[in-house]
Each structure stands twice: as structure tokens, then as C-alpha cells.
């Protein structure tokens, strides 16, 4: 799969960072953004803005979604945000309900929010933010928004995310799933978990590059929703231009905002098309298959929750004796990885195969 890809020389294991350009977006940001922009100057919106439609429906199907239901964001932490002060006051719900291993940009958010009389009340690290007894004990009629991680992006551990937004709803919990770190390599089907919304980014595994974030939700999370953070592309008509007279979307769109990027997401469409052209099922099964071999190949090196197919996620720590050492020999090799608490952080994708895992132990041999 290395072919569709504009790629670093070496083995590229740092998807879990930013996933590498696919060559269908770098044509289709010079076709379908800066050629039209040059040819068609001001004429050029009703060609753009068909260009997030097109975002939007490629989301739609990575998640087994409606286009309706999905609306762009510029990344995950303004997403967040725009859920958090959109919802309903409800009285004796003051709490957010979030793990210490979440990414820390979404955990600024909820704690910001203490300012308007929230409390973030943190799951600790390490096991407990698995265990479903844990989220059962936490999630009561004094919490007004869960976030859930779908897989923590410092360790492969995947939450029971189905399991959890289903008590979240019997406890009349709001619940956000943040899934950035598994689109396009763990297969997702909205329908099948009880969120009320789910954010993401294309940065990582999508190869969508930074700036096309969104954010799906469910019906109810819409008819519920009173976006603060809104725009002209927020109403319902954005070209009635009547500054007295705003009616929010009736869709996912009333979380839009003001005049939109357009670039990102040209990018972003591209590189999730070409993700559902491969297969998420078969993207899916190569990463785990790599991780599986290295799992064969050091097995004492390995640092995870579980081992397990059906639970882990789609990155691998690697406990190494030297982590000076470890960095520079990555760098001999051309080995692109990064390194997380005295480990080394690799995550394989499509465009991965058993050399680049073979090139990798071998160079960290030393190490382990």
C-alpha cells in the first residue's frame, strides 16, 4: 500500500502522530481548492462548500453514519468545548467524568470548565479506566457528561466503549467518545454504541493531516443541543443575512460555526476515501497482525493492559533499558517512532509490512 502514499525514507511507525500524506490529497488539494480558487476567485464557494459535503459523507460512511448527523470542527478540544456549554443545565449535575490517561488538550477543557461551576472528577490511571465496574461506580445522578476514550493514545488499551455509553444513557449521562486515536484502523459503527456524540481528528490514522476534525451525534443530542459558540454557517439558512433573525440548524450543523476552512478538509476526504476504498476491516487486520509479531518477537518488551485481540488498540509500547540510546539508534536506522515514560511508541498502518517490524527490533535489540 506504500504506493499511494508520499512517504519519509525509512519505516514510518508514528501514524499515532500524524499519518503520512496520500498522494490522491496532495492532487486533490491543487484540483478541487487552488484551481478552482484561481479560476473562479469569489465564484469559487458553491464549488468549496460542496467540497465539506463531500467530508461529510465520507465520515458518514467510516462511521455508519448519517451525512446529518456530522458536522466539521476545526480539531477535537473546540469540538468538546461547543458540546459542553451547548447542553441543558440540569440541576445537581455538576460533574464531568473523565480519565487521567485522556489526551490532556480534551482534559484543559473540562477543567476550564470549573469556571462556570463544573467539577472534573478523574478516573485514575492504569487499570481501573477499563474495568466496567469502575465507569459503573462513577457514572451518578450528579454527572452531567462522561468522556470516553476509545483507545488511550499512551498505552494500547481499548475501553468496553459499547458497555459504557449504554450505563452512561440509563443514567441519564451525556457521553462523548473520542475516537482519534482508532479512526481508520479500528473499525466503528456508530449504531452499535449508545453515544450521544463522538469527536475525532484526520491527523493520525485517517492521513487526513491537522485542521478536519468533526463531530458526530445522535438525534436526541441534537434536539437537546443550544450551540453557544455559533456563526452565520450555523443557521439554518446562512445566506439569509438578517442579523435579528437566527434559526440554528436543524441538524448537526447548528455546531458549525463562522466562515469555514476548506483546504483541511479537501485533504481530509481524499485520505478517508482512500482509507474506505482499502477496507477499514483489512486496514484493521494488517495492524494488528504487525503488532502481533512483535508481540512474538519481544515479548518482554511489550508494555499493554492486554494482549488480547479483541481489547487491545492499535499502538505498542516497547519498555527499553536506554532511552538516549534507544532515540539515537532510531535515528541510525531511519526508524520514525517516538518515545513515551522509558518506552518506545510504534503504531503500524497500511502502509506498514513485517520488514519495517523486523527493521525495528533489530535496531532496539540492544535495548530491551
Known sequence: MKQHFRMPQGSYLLSH???CLPISSELALAR?????????GGDV???????????????????????????????????????????PARHGRNRLLLCEEDFPSIGFVLKAAAKVGYEP???????????????????DDRTQLALITHAFSNRSA??????????????????IVDATQTLGVIPINVADWSADFLVGSSVKFLCGGPGAGFLWMADSAIAMSEPVDTGWFSHEDPFAFDIHDFRPAANALRFWGGTPSIAPFVVASAAVELLLDIGVEA??????????????????????????????????????????????????????????????????????????????????????
Open 17 to 19: 502522530s500524524v499519518g
Open 32 to 40: 478541487r481548492y487552488l484551481t478552482p480558487w484561481q479560476e473562479l
Open 45 to 87: 464557494w458553491p464549488g468549496w462548500l460542496a467540497e465539506i459535503e463531500r467530508f461529510r459523507g465520507a465520515m458518514a460512511r467510516l462511521l455508519g453514519a448519517r451525512i446529518d448527523n456530522i458536522c466539521p470542527q476545526a480539531n477535537v478540544s473546540s469540538a468538546v468545548a461547543k458540546i459542553l456549554h451547548a447542553l
Open 121 to 139: 472528577i478523574f478516573i485514575p490511571r492504569g487499570a481501573a479506566a477499563e474495568d466496567i465496574q469502575t465507569w459503573q461506580a462513577s457514572l
Open 158 to 175: 481499548r475501553l468496553p466503549v459499547q458497555q459504557i455509553t449504554q450505563i452512561a444513557r440509563e443514567h441519564g449521562v451525556v457521553s
Open 283 to 368: 486496514i484493521y487486520a494488517s495492524n494488528q497482525a504487525l503488532i502481533s509479531q512483535l508481540h512474538d518477537r519481544v515479548p518482554s518488551a511489550v508494555i499493554a493492559s492486554t494482549r488480547t485481540l479483541n481489547t487491545r488498540a492499535n499502538t505498542v509500547l516497547l519498555r527499553v533499558t536506554d532511552v538516549e540510546g534507544a532515540k539515537f539508534a532510531l535515528h541510525e536506522a531511519r526508524i520514525f517512532a517516538d518515545l513515551r515514560d522509558d518506552c518506545v511508541r510504534v503504531s503500524p498502518h497500511l502502509y506498514n509490512d513485517l520488514n519495517d517490524i523486523e527493521c525495528l527490533v533489530i535496531a532496539l535489540q540492544p535495548y530491551f
